[in-house]
């Protein structure tokens, strides 16, 4: 059956525009709504989890604080692994902040444009080139081919290591 007999209109204007913000918090990497919001707070303000969770849930009981507690908990731990937030190291309060790969994204979505990626094809490239030429490098050492090809082959490797080095160095400034 399709749409016409759902008995579902077009969507509004004010829901359009919703959707498109989901979508766009989609783009982002917000795989639900409550890393998106925790996104929005985060871009306003450092928080701990428990600040967070009073801010977004105001839970009525301890065990319903539990819960809230830990739902915000796994999502700030799946915005975390993406590169999104992070958290200080040291003291007794961490409270979670935005990374500045996240702040650029979000400020890339208000735009209008689409978010970058951590790790582009370009960056992939160079590691997997580096990779399969130091392995080349190693097999025409095993199997003492003549030293010109070998010293080739190590200095390439050894340029390429730097190359891949000095963009995995960027991409931790960016994300710590």
């Not at 701990?48 to 796994?74: C, H, Q, W």
Request: charged share 25%.
């Amino acid at each position: 059956m399709g749409r016409e007999g759902s008995g579902c209109g077009e969507p509004s204007d004010e829901a359009e525009s919703l959707l498109g913000d989901m979508r766009q918090f989609r783009e982002l990497g917000a795989d639900s709504l409550l890393q998106g919001e925790l996104l929005i707070r985060l871009n306003e303000r450092q928080a701990t989890i428990g600040d967070l969770a009073r801010d977004i849930f105001d839970p009525v009981n301890e065990s319903e604080s539990k819960a809230k507690y830990m739902r915000v908990m796994r999502a700030l731990n799946a915005l975390e692994s993406k590169g999104f937030v992070a958290r200080k190291l040291f003291g007794k309060e961490k409270p979670y902040h935005l990374t500045r790969y996240g702040r650029e994204n979000i400020e890339t979505i208000l735009g209008g444009e689409s978010p970058e990626t951590i790790l582009d094809r370009g960056q992939l490239a160079i590691y997997l080139v580096t990779a399969v030429m130091v392995v080349l490098s190693a097999v025409a050492t095993i199997y003492r081919f003549p030293s010109v090809v070998l010293v080739v082959g190590w200095l390439l490797s050894g340029v390429l290591l730097g190359i891949g080095l000095t963009k995995f160095v960027k991409i931790l400034k960016v994300v710590l």
